[in-house]
């Protein structure tokens, strides 16, 4: 079946230090590939998508490929910032209407000044 | 108010009472969705409401009782709970297509619940 997997964290980083998440999924026909960020003390937000191979999303500084042929979606930002200390998901849509988002287990992010 | 709002934010309940989440999608969704968020397991599915009919049940105690009258609202009803129960409930909603896969969710800011 589907599933997503996520590298472990907490990652902890310097402001301005380059970040990575790695994350790489299973699956079955063509998903749609998600990454979702949780502040302190709120619900998920949506932070980028692709909906195809080779598709960048990107949004507030980050960015993800969607790589069909290593079966990626590694998160990157180029200087992290504190604001941007969060819980960051990885998650896939199934391939039927409905059936609900596949997530990974999550990545703690904590960056320091 | 606009997206996803969850009442009550935080909720403090002991194991014989029952009490009622509630969640409004304010984006004109046809699918909505409770999952449990907890330390040990970080995003756990718990039901999933597409086009108003239940399509998805993932070995859900009984305890929990979902609820969804119109495509705007969705409950989960609670009772006789157990303190392991603890965890930040989230709902979440997403606009489907049935001929095309699964679509971004949106998600409310989350029930704190504790039971003791």
């Known amino acids: 079946g589907n599933s997503v997997t996520q590298m472990e964290g907490p990652v902890t980083l310097s402001e301005e230090a380059f970040l990575t998440i790695n994350c790489t999924y299973t699956?079955?026909?063509?998903?749609?590939l998600f990454w979702y960020v949780q502040y302190p003390g709120e619900g998920l937000q949506l932070l980028l998508k692709a909906t195809k191979a080779d598709d960048k999303g990107s949004n507030k500084g980050f960015e993800a490929t969607y790589r069909k042929e290593t079966t990626s979606f590694h998160l990157e930002k180029g200087s992290v910032q504190v604001s941007d200390s969060a819980v960051y998901f990885c998650a896939l849509s199934g391939y039927q209407a409905g059936t609900a988002l596949i997530f990974g287990k999550g990545t703690t992010l904590s960056v320091s000044s | 108010e606009t997206g996803v709002t969850q009442t009550p934010r935080h909720l403090v309940m002991g194991m014989t009472n029952k009490k009622s989440l509630k969640c409004e999608q304010h984006l004109g969704h046809n699918a909505m969705y409770w999952y449990k968020q907890s330390a040990k397991k970080p995003l756990e599915l718990m039901f999933v409401?597409?086009?108003?009919?239940?399509?998805e049940n993932n070995s859900v105690p009984s305890r929990f009782s979902p609820e969804c009258p119109n495509s705007s609202h969705l409950f989960l009803h609670l009772h006789t709970l157990q303190p392991e129960d603890s965890a930040l409930y989230l709902c979440a909603s997403s606009q489907e297509d049935r001929l095309a896969g699964a679509n971004e969710q949106f998600f409310g800011p989350g029930t704190r619940l504790t039971v003791l």
């Open positions: 699956a079955t026909g063509y998903p749609s």
């Open positions: 409401y597409n086009f108003k009919e239940q399509t």
